[in-house]
């Protein structure tokens, strides 16, 4: 059995190595393959059925799949892999782990709005001490806003827990919650969600339920004051609409980390999305890096080391997708 890594989950070569030597799989061959690999063919043939992949993405526009025993994807996203084009002898398995970290990147971002913290420091000058100090603007508080979830799954149920904390009112709009539970205080349609919330968390995976679901009409439908905050999947909310919304000024803002486009290649440098949200003031971009804290890629290797010695003995597997067929 060989262990391929591809694209950005190589960068854990080393990490996944040293969990193995845990579990008495030390000397387990690991190979890194190049983020083209995810989508093109030509490494196609290094794979055996016995083999283990691990990789965020894998589709071939269609075409079949290499042939593999287990596809791990180190992350909780499945919306790239092409599950028609596996063979059926393939078991596929995720991880979580992140929910803690996108949860506590939910809330400073939010307090953000509301304080300014960036704001206030710059406005901080010595020379003009006694100026400044009488003129102070205030701030905005968290405490009795409403947080509205899109989405009541691991994220969801994480950002919740530590948002009421802070004295707010958290709404949730999931088909799968038949009621309040937890620290949900209602569980409400999107269309009221949207209507009633400070602070719209998109929190739901991406499918073709929930592509596009926020478009110019829930848009128009926010408060203009409220702030839209996307940890999910960007083609949740409707890139042209979103960039017209924050741009007309038809919501008070809107802190994203997730994009329209990624790059597939090492030589691929596209853009991140067709409009220029970084240059709205109004827009507080970042690079897709909510859940990336070094602890969590050491909770998801550990998940995925422990996997790949349960299908060495023959145990079950954890977080398992798609049982492959023996």
Sequence with gaps: MKIFMVGEAANYKDRL??????????????????????????????????????????????????????????????DGIDFDALADTTTVCNVFEHEGAIAEFVLASVLNWEIRLD?????????????????????????????????????????????????????????????????????????????????????????????????AAELAGMQPGAVLINISRAEVVDEAALFAALQGGAIRGASLD?????????????????????????????PHSSAITREMWERRYAIVARNIAALVHGRPLDNVVRPGRA
Excluded at 35 to 48: F, K, L, T
Excluded at 168 to 187: F, M, T, W, Y
Excluded at 188 to 205: S, T
Aim: aromatic share 6%; charged share 20%.
């Design 17 to 78: 190595a040293a969990e193995l030597g845990t579990h008495g799989l030390a000397g387990t061959q690991i190979v890194a393959l190049p983020r083209e690999a995810a989508s093109a063919a030509d490494h196609d043939g290094e794979i055996g059925a016995e083999d283990v992949v691990i990789s965020l993405r894998l589709k071939r526009g269609g075409a079949a799949l290499p042939r593999c025993r287990l596809l791990h994807v180190p992350g909780a996203g499945l």
């Design 258 to 286: 997730v994009w329209y486009r990624y790059p597939s290649g090492a030589a691929d440098s596209v853009p991140p999305s067709t409009y220029p949200f970084h240059d709205l003031p109004n827009v507080v971009c970042t």
């Design 119 to 215: 704001e206030l420091r710059a406005s901080f000058v010595p020379e003009r001490w006694a100026e400044i100090y009488r003129s102070r603007v205030p701030h905005g508080e968290l405490s009795g806003k409403t947080v509205g979830l899109v989405g009541f799954g691991r994220i969801g149920r994480a950002i919740a827990v530590r948002a009421k904390a802070f004295g707010v009112r958290i709404l949730a709009a999931d088909p799968a919650l038949s009621g309040p539970q937890g620290p949900v205080d209602e569980v409400v349609a999107l269309g009221e969600l949207l209507e009633r919330a400070d602070y719209v968390v998109i929190a739901c995976p991406l499918m073709d339920a929930t592509r596009g679901m926020v478009g």
